[in-house]
């Protein structure tokens, strides 16, 4: 028999003991797994959601929030702004390129923007069926939406005000599909993309005066070329801006926010104060599954410990037949490693599956593109950490069974 048969069959002889230390192992690492998952693909998301764009100019308020509604779609636009103020803003030497944005209303929960054809290139998106959107009311939406919503080219639908799906319909105005995008994993997958005067048309219910105005511009505005450029009475959510050259990292926000009624936030500074917001959470989480790992340690050594006195009588049998000393102390650190190694292994299986469990039973999880089939290389430090706790616990028990008298223990016996 040779050596890894004669540590299973020993692990083997206490079930519930082998049982019990690889489970709470197990929930440890499974912690960890998945606030591993979930950590990392949140900040690739956030980093290729916000790629390509330098500087978010909207309407005075939380500068957080601006970020968060303009860049990540989650929440609600702090306010209009006006386009005439917007254009004097694009106007500045530091500015590169700016893109506008319109938001208010939603369709089943995604968002519909208004905006130009320059806003999906950041994303490197590209048509799957039909056409991008070119008349009033034409509509070209994200590969989460059409899969989700059920959304197809002629189709047509009501947008309803804000993000809820329990919002004013504006049944008067019916948008069409014109065309799906491929699937980009970036917040373009969850959005409705159509031309800014669309949004504008929607609310012209309300808006009489912007609906009666439009004729062919003589001096085309900057952003929404279909309308005079200085025009006073319309408005957009915000702007996205590229820096022209790096000194605009120190001089254009404080320009906007010290001579203008908007407000100018960075993405970069905003998701950092973000994630140490949300990092005291995970810190927390992961102390406790810190904690989880180091019960689970202490009670394989406690197991390795009681288990070496009761098998004394079977060591020295062992090395009175031939067994040498480093083979004792070697089959005590590999029944410690392997306990360890199943533990891992199996919480490694474990977090993967709650977070699979988790993207199947919550759709807002779908819509971030969270996925649990994505491995990283974390998760071979994690296997080899746990083979190292298994060799710690199981050190001194195997020091002690190195040390193991035969002659002693048989006469004892």
């Not at 006006?82 to 944005?101: C, G, T």
Request: net charge neutral; proline share 3%.
């Amino acid at each position: 028999m040779n050596l890894i048969s004669l540590v299973w069959n020993y692990l083997k002889a206490r079930p519930l003991n082998t049982v019990l230390n690889i489970f709470l192992l197990a929930l440890g690492i499974a912690v960890i797994t998945v606030l591993l998952l979930f950590n990392n693909q949140l900040q690739e998301k956030i980093s290729s959601n916000a790629k390509g764009i330098d500087l978010v100019v909207g309407a005075k308020g939380s500068p957080l929030q601006l970020i968060l509604c303009n860049i990540f779609h989650v929440d609600f636009p702090t306010g209009n702004i006006k386009l005439s103020e917007a254009e004097k803003v694009i106007r500045h030497r530091m500015v590169k390129k700016a893109i506008p944005l319109a938001l208010g209303d939603s369709y089943n929960g995604y968002r519909i923007v208004g905006t130009n054809h320059v806003y999906p290139g950041l994303y490197n998106a590209a048509i799957q069926q039909g056409d991008w959107w070119k008349n009033d009311l034409d509509v070209t939406i994200g590969s989460t939406v059409a899969e989700l919503s059920g959304l197809k080219i002629g189709d047509t639908f009501a947008s309803a005000h804000g993000l809820s799906t329990d919002g004013h319909d504006h049944e008067e105005n019916l948008y069409k599909v014109t065309g799906i995008l491929n699937q980009s994993n970036t917040i373009i997958d969850n959005l409705i993309l159509t031309n800014i005067e669309s949004i504008w048309r929607v609310h012209a219910e309300t808006h009489d005066t912007i609906a009666k105005t439009a004729s062919v511009p003589g001096n085309p505005s900057a952003l929404v070329p279909s309308i005079e450029a200085g025009d006073s009475i319309r408005e957009i959510t915000s702007l996205l801006i590229q820096y022209r050259n790096p000194l605009a990292v120190i001089q254009l926000p404080r320009f906007i926010n010290s001579n203008s009624n908007l407000q100018a936030a960075s993405p970069a500074y905003e998701t950092a104060r973000l994630f140490s917001i949300l990092g005291v959470g995970v810190e927390v989480i992961r102390g406790f599954a810190l904690v989880l790992i180091f019960i689970s340690g202490l009670s394989i050594f406690i197991a390795l410990y009681n288990s070496l006195k009761e098998r004394q009588y079977d060591l020295a049998i062992m090395r009175s037949m031939g067994a040498s000393r480093n083979k004792l102390f070697i089959t005590i650190v590999m029944e410690g490693s392997i306990l360890t190694l199943l533990g891992s292994i199996a919480g490694l299986a474990l977090g993967h599956g709650v977070l699979w469990i988790f993207t199947i039973m919550v759709e807002e999880s779908q819509k971030a593109g969270v996925s649990a089939t994505v491995f990283y290389a974390a998760e071979g430090y994690i296997l080899a950490g746990g083979l190292v706790l298994g060799i710690l616990c199981s050190l001194i028990p195997a020091i002690q069974a190195y040390r193991t008298d035969i002659h002693k223990v048989l006469a004892g016996n």
